[in-house]
């Protein structure tokens, strides 16, 4: 069975080419959404993940409609994989039920595998470079040295309540008891 999946983002947007486009594919079943491709949780994509069986295939009018990273895309078409379901991009002509869509699915997961290692290097190195130049990472401290002794010697005196104690020196509870577990290491 062909299930066709098809997504607007904004309420100006008209799903119709998209399910048109659909139905002269051979679709039985059209889900649609009308919601970002950059929020995860997305109910018409989910009711496709229900949906799907074995020997299926998931069509979609163009690569976007399903993801907006390639990684993402990546993992689903391997989670399809995985579960002998196909996938079709009918706009990029990408068919996983032939050996040359499966081809061309592969490079791009290669090509984006080596964009993530690049990603990875570049950012390695930019921090050994940094900490040669004496510059430390992270987020500044909310507070000074003399203030956040202050505020682990408030806690430590049991006479404040935690949020007392966080209303008087500005900060939220987790910093207060990142302050106290520094303080005791």
């Given at each position: ?98 050996s040359s869509g499966k081809l061309i ?81």
């Open positions: 069975m062909k299930i066709g999946y098809a997504r607007i983002s904004t309420l100006e947007q008209n799903l119709d080419l998209q399910v048109d486009a659909l139905k002269k594919e051979g679709c039985e079943k059209i889900i649609t959404d009308e919601v970002s491709g950059s929020v995860a949780d997305r109910p018409g994509l989910s009711k496709v993940k229900e949906l799907l069986r074995k020997g299926d295939t998931l069509v979609v009018w163009r690569l976007d409609r399903l993801g907006r990273t390639l990684r993402h895309l990546i993992e689903w078409v391997n989670e399809l994989d995985e579960q002998g379901i196909s996938f079709k991009s009918l706009q990029e002509t990408i068919d996983t039920t032939s699915f592969h490079i791009f997961g290669a090509l984006s595998e080596f964009e993530r290692n690049l990603i990875r290097e570049r950012t390695r190195a930019g921090i050994e470079a940094a900490r040669s130049r004496g510059r430390q990472g992270g987020r500044p401290k909310k507070l000074k040295k003399d203030k956040r002794q202050l505020a682990v010697d408030l806690y430590k005196g049991k006479k404040h309540s935690i949020s007392q104690i966080c209303e008087m020196t500005g900060i939220s509870k987790p910093t207060l008891y990142k302050y106290v577990r520094e303080s005791e290491s």
